[in-house]
């Protein structure tokens, strides 16, 4: 069962960045559902490696949407985003074999991301974004 469910009010009006954000629950979900339903823990690694190269591509592509928005607080939101992905780096490489804490930190850190910078945080910009209402309205396959 997902921990958390994408919805059609998390769009930011744009479908390549709710698509990455779809992707952040997806992986949230995904090792949420092993950590509950099994002992064995190989999905941590593939898994981390996932969210810290969507993490890097996505941010990446916000930021220069931001930028060319000129939205007043952006120098504060690129630093959320370093700290981030710091985080990541982090919790993959302070938990080296103890993949079971490594993947209880990642549950922590990516559902606090999504709840407290994706939904509130990039949604103040979603009315700027200029792509129709009906973009990245899909749900996450799982």
């Not at 509950?36 to 593939?46: A, N, V």
């Not at 910078?117 to 949604?123: A, G, I, P, S, T």
Request: charged content about 25%.
């Amino acid at each position: 069962m997902p921990l958390l469910i994408w919805k059609p009010e998390y769009s930011v009006n744009r479908e390549d960045l709710d698509h990455h954000h779809q992707e952040m629950f997806h992986i949230l979900n995904s090792v949420y559902d092993n950590l509950m339903d099994s002992q064995e823990l190989s999905f941590f690694l593939p898994s981390i490696n996932r969210l810290s190269a969507i993490a890097r591509y996505h941010l990446s592509l916000e930021e220069q949407c931001l930028r060319e928005m000129h939205v007043p607080d952006f120098d504060y939101h690129v630093a959320k985003h370093r700290e981030f992905t710091e985080s990541i780096e982090i919790i993959r490489n302070d938990y080296e074999d103890n993949y079971l804490e490594a993947s209880k930190e990642l549950i922590i850190l990516l559902g606090e991301w999504l709840f407290n910078h994706v939904l509130k945080e990039d949604r103040k910009y979603s009315h700027m974004m200029g792509i129709p209402e009906t973009a990245g309205k899909s749900q996450v396959n799982q």
